[in-house]
């Protein structure tokens, strides 16, 4: 088990570009969390899957955001028309979807929009 | 509207002490509560959880304890080491109501720094 892996880790671009991040979770974990860090403040919720089905969208999740899980397995975070506000970390956690459900997280995407 | 609060923004303990880390939370909806540990430029590290059916939860040199009538949890370190310093992040989530309760829900972060 080599536990969330993320990719890139580290992302720049030029306000106005699109980015796409990665996101593989823990091998059979039903549930995908993505999450947005920014500076002095904890993870704040984005949105979650079940499978392949995106269950749960936040407020913070505006329509240049989208996601997806299409075979319930890797995750893609996809930001268009990137603002210099979107620069944060993302991260994914994966849960079992059984149990105490904990969330595992990765190392996160550091996106930079200059 | 903060729902999970971590009022500390630090806590400076000296190796082999106790540290206390502490959390409030308004929702009474919450019924689990994890604490993560978070290293510069990596990803929240799950250390140690409790369900609100309980008031304590121990695991190593890692207690965590719960008052449902005060609202509050607090993590305990036994003895601290220079290694625990990191940021140390409290959460909740409300796992039996809709989905929305699947989300975890974080306070700002406490930072702990033990000195040798």
């Known amino acids: 088990d080599t536990g969330v892996s993320q990719n890139p880790r580290h992302k720049i671009t030029k306000r106005g570009q699109n980015v796409t991040f990665r996101c593989d979770p823990i091998?059979?974990?039903?549930?995908l969390y993505w999450y947005r860090q920014t500076l002095g403040q904890g993870p704040e919720f984005l949105t979650y899957f079940q499978n392949e089905a995106q269950l749960e969208k936040s407020r913070l999740l505006s329509d240049r955001f989208s996601a997806e899980r299409p075979k319930g397995s890797f995750s893609t975070l996809e930001i268009q028309r990137t603002e210099q506000g979107d620069s944060a970390m993302y991260l994914c956690a994966s849960s079992p979807g059984r149990g105490t459900d904990t969330q595992y997280f990765g190392p996160g995407t550091r996106l930079t929009v200059l | 509207d903060q729902q999970v609060k971590q009022n500390s923004p630090s806590l400076s303990v000296q190796e082999g002490r106790i540290s206390i880390l502490n959390c409030d939370y308004t929702?009474?909806?919450?019924?689990?509560f994890l604490w993560y540990k978070k290293y510069p430029a990596e990803g929240p590290t799950f250390l140690i959880s409790?369900?609100?059916?309980?008031d304590k939860n121990e695991d190593g040199r890692f207690t965590v304890f719960l008052n449902k009538s005060a609202k509050h949890l607090s993590l305990h370190i036994v003895p601290s080491q220079p290694g625990d310093s990191a940021v140390y992040f409290c959460?909740?989530?409300?796992?039996?109501?809709?989905?929305?309760?699947?989300?975890?829900?974080f306070g700002k972060g406490t930072t702990l720094s033990v000195s040798s």
């Open positions: 929702n009474s909806m919450f019924d689990y």
């Open positions: 091998s059979e974990h039903n549930r």
């Open positions: 409790i369900s609100s059916i309980k």
């Open positions: 959460a909740a989530s409300a796992r039996y109501v809709g989905q929305a309760g699947t989300a975890l829900i």
